[in-house]
């Protein structure tokens, strides 16, 4: 069992920056590839970003391209995303996930753990 805990969520003007973390605990982290994905109101949850099990591969949705960076370190179990210039249509829910998965991938049926998420508001 992996437990999974976002912070970092919050209210920010359009072109600000938020970094989320997301730190988990139980099985070993490295063995995990992580995931970030959100869900806007009224709509699916969606992929945003992954990294591989030892941090050298990552892959984003197109919409955070060049905005959203992901890194984990696997000394501290925590994963994070750093995001900026951010926009009103990013606001979300966004939540982080666990993938028994060497390379991850943006399908959420792949994960195993999700976190309970956080709320990320971008004001125009």
């Known amino acids: 069992q992996v437990q999974l805990v976002e912070s970092g969520g919050g209210l920010v003007q359009a072109g600000g920056s938020l970094r989320l973390s997301c730190a988990a605990s139980?099985?070993?982290?490295?063995?995990?590839?992580m995931g970030w994905f959100r869900q806007a109101p009224g709509k699916e949850r969606d992929f945003v970003a992954v990294i591989s099990r030892s941090g050298l591969t990552t892959n984003y949705v197109d919409s955070v391209k060049g905005r959203f960076t992901i890194s984990r370190d696997n000394a501290r179990n925590t994963v994070y995303l750093q995001m900026n210039s951010l926009k009103p249509e990013d606001t979300a829910v966004y939540y982080c996930?666990?993938?028994?998965?060497?390379?991850?991938?943006?399908?959420?049926?792949?994960?195993?753990?999700w976190g309970q998420g956080t709320q990320v508001t971008v004001s125009s």
């Open positions: 139980g099985r070993t982290f490295s063995n995990y590839a």
């Open positions: 996930a666990a993938a028994r998965l060497i390379g991850g991938s943006s399908r959420s049926e792949e994960y195993d753990y």
